[in-house]
């Protein structure tokens, strides 16, 4: 019984209290090891620099893709996104013949019915969170949440069929979002002026149009820097 009690001791010199066990003592080499200094910062391969640095914090910000049925949505989150984009992808049926116009993409197999998610971080301070909306009218419903918290808005355009994104430009004028048009060139199709585009879709002169391909990560990256750039122009707060 002695030597129990002695070793106790030795082990421990703050006793157990109300069925506490004892905790170690400042000399215990296990505490010295278990404590990490809080002067190093934790290393992770492959992490960002901001994502170390606890002082600060990535600005987030969102933007919405919007535009009529098979216009490139889905195929812009996707060249652009840094992670696995979130797909909502359904096979079209007979049931949307009636609805769905497939003429200029007779090779569609599938739809959007919610949304599109993707990620880009553009700099050290800046993260884009990249929202597709769904192009059927049946769909329009959604967009009041998804464009909820956005900074702005793209509006993709194939000049096949201009007056597919009328409805997209239209909800943007009335809401008051940001928002500037991509026309997404297709081949084989003629390709127009910014200036032609403009001026057949009776955009006001202060919305930035682009000529782009939704499959070129790098011409997609240059859309979200001209659709930031707009953004911080009209809401500079």
Not at 7 to 33: F, H, K, R
Not at 70 to 92: C, D, H, W, Y
Not at 179 to 208: C, K, M, Q, S, W
Request: proline residues 6%; negative net charge; glycine residues 6%.
């Amino acid at each position: 019984m002695d030597s129990v009690v002695s070793d106790a001791t030795a082990v421990s010199e703050t006793p157990a209290v109300a069925g506490i066990p004892a905790q170690p003592g400042a000399e215990d080499p296990l505490l010295d090891t278990a404590e990490a200094d809080p002067a190093e910062p934790d290393t992770e391969e492959g992490a960002q620099d901001w994502q170390l640095d606890h002082s600060r914090a990535p600005i987030a910000t969102k933007i919405v893709v919007a535009g009529g049925f098979g216009v490139g949505k889905t195929t812009f989150v996707r060249a652009v996104s840094e992670i696995t984009p979130l797909q909502t992808e359904a096979l079209m049926t007979r049931a949307s013949e009636d609805t769905d116009d497939l003429t200029a993409t007779p090779d569609k197999l599938t739809t959007t019915v919610a949304m599109d998610f993707g990620r880009i971080t553009l700099d050290n301070d800046l993260v884009l969170y990249v929202f597709g909306t769904p192009g059927q009218q049946r769909f329009w419903f959604m967009w009041d949440d998804l464009v909820r918290g956005a900074i702005g808005a793209i509006v993709l355009a194939d000049t096949r069929r201009l007056t597919d994104c009328f409805p997209a430009l239209d909800y943007f004028e009335s809401c008051g979002l940001p928002y500037i048009v991509a026309v997404n060139h297709f081949e084989g199709t003629e390709l127009f002026e910014a200036d032609d585009v403009r001026e057949a879709l009776t955009v006001p002169a202060h919305v930035p149009v682009v000529i782009m391909d939704a499959r070129k990560r790098y011409s997609v990256v240059e859309s979200l820097l001209a659709m930031v750039a707009h953004a911080l122009e009209a809401t500079p707060e």
